[in-house]
């Protein structure tokens, strides 16, 4: 699948109209992925409290329960932490596709001779890259 990412951008032609710009590229699945397990993880852990905190004689008896519990733990830290890594790799992606060069350098407009195209402001990622690290 591919997904565009629209903006809007000056025409800067004596009509002063503005056209829409679209990036392709597909950025959803790192954060599915990431977002979906993090929700298993929850669904995990409120059926662990429920085993642990009302069946807590067949959580003791039982030999075979904790080793699968701890299994179980150690897949999902696993791919919390291939996650997280897709994660990452997806916010790098997005940042590459949105840097202010590469948007410049798409747009028709500053393709001419004669024009000067700058980035008006480097746009804010230090909340993502936050995301990323917790």
Not at 24 to 47: K, R
Not at 110 to 128: D, I, K, W
């Amino acid at each position: 699948r591919l997904y565009q990412i629209p903006f809007e951008m000056p025409a800067c032609t004596e009509e002063s109209e503005t056209r829409t710009l679209h990036l392709v590229g597909d950025f959803s699945a790192p954060a599915e992925f990431f977002v979906t397990l993090g929700v298993f993880s929850f669904l995990y852990t409120m059926a662990a409290l429920v085993l642990y905190l009302r069946f807590h004689s067949l959580y003791g008896e039982n030999k075979k329960l904790p080793v699968a519990d701890f299994c179980v733990t150690v897949c999902f830290a696993f791919f919390w932490l291939v996650a997280a890594a897709a994660w990452g790799k997806g916010l790098t992606d997005v940042k590459a596709a949105t840097r202010p060069a590469s948007l410049i350098a798409a747009m028709a407009v500053c393709q001419g001779e004669e024009v000067v195209c700058n980035a008006g402001a480097t746009p804010a990622m230090g909340l993502a890259n936050i995301s990323v690290v917790r």
